[in-house]
């Protein structure tokens, strides 16, 4: 991955609204959402959620998909994989051991993405 694009993602996700749809997406990965429910669910108008949907998809966070009259919004998991790889690919000076307890973290996050199959999730309800 390049820097630029890294740097574009993290851009895309510093921002209120946009890292909120983007973790309400991922939970609800990989089927994705229409742009209705997620501007219901973060309670945002059509205009403001349309400007930052396009926001995470210009980052390569978000892909969109039409079905029938709507639009389908689905977080972009491998992207983030990339991202994630990107920013810990020198963890720990080059001891990959060491970065065990973060890849064990994240592993289960993006697979199970809110899921039941998520154990910790399932154990917290």
Do not use: W
């Amino acid at each position: 991955m390049e820097t630029k694009r890294a740097i574009a993602m993290l851009g895309a996700l510093a921002q209120e609204t946009r890292l909120a749809i983007f973790r309400l997406l991922i939970r609800n990965a990989p089927r994705g959402l229409p742009a209705g429910a997620i501007g219901a669910r973060l309670r945002q108008p059509p205009p403001t959620l349309s400007f930052h949907l396009n926001q995470l998809r210009f980052a390569g966070l978000v892909i969109s998909r039409r079905q029938s009259r709507s639009i389908i919004y689905r977080a972009n998991l491998d992207a983030m994989a990339e991202l994630l790889a990107y920013l810990t690919r020198d963890c720990c000076g080059g001891r990959p051991e060491l970065c065990a307890p973060l890849t064990a973290l994240a592993a289960p996050a993006l697979c199970a993405s809110g899921s039941s199959r998520n154990p910790r999730r399932a154990a917290r309800r």
